[in-house]
Nanobody, 126 residues
Framework: QVQLVESGGGLVQAGGSLRLSCAASGRTFSTNAMGWFRQAPGKEREFVSAISWRDGRAYYENYADSVKGRFTISRDSAKNTVLLQMNSLKPDDTAVYYC????????????????WGQGTQVTVSS
């Protein structure tokens, strides 16, 4: 099992920034991809960004078109932590953000991920 704990959500004005963190514990060696999804009220959960690795060193990043150029994902392998730096936030970015971990390289679908965090709320005011 892998446990995921998100932090860093909050309330920010449009144009502002937030950094989300996801700390993984447990059988982290059983995963090689971690991602962020989000779910806005009344909408389905959608892919935001993911980072995958091979041989513990090479990293590959994926981003949804809606966040490209504004969000940056990174991984601190020593701490088993994935960060999502969110800049130029818009009201449309308001959602609960979920961290996920799995085995599928460069996965962007929910079913590519086995483990999920509880979510952290991000609210962007206009």
């Amino acid at each position: 099992q892998v446990q995921l704990v998100e932090s860093g959500g909050g309330l920010v004005q449009a144009g502002g920034s937030l950094r989300l963190s996801c700390a993984a514990s447990g059988r982290t060696f059983s995963t090689n991809a971690m991602g962020w999804f989000r779910q806005a009220p009344g909408k389905e959960r959608e892919f935001v960004s993911a980072i995958s690795w091979r041989d513990g060193r090479a990293y590959y990043e994926n981003y949804a078109d809606s966040v490209k150029g504004r969000f940056t994902i990174s991984r601190d392998s020593a701490k088993n932590t994935v960060l999502l730096q969110m800049n130029s936030l818009k009201p449309d970015d308001t959602a609960v953000y979920y961290c996920a971990a799995g085995l599928i390289f460069r996965g962007t679908a929910e079913y590519d991920y086995t483990y999920w965090g509880q979510g952290t709320q991000v609210t962007v005011s206009s």
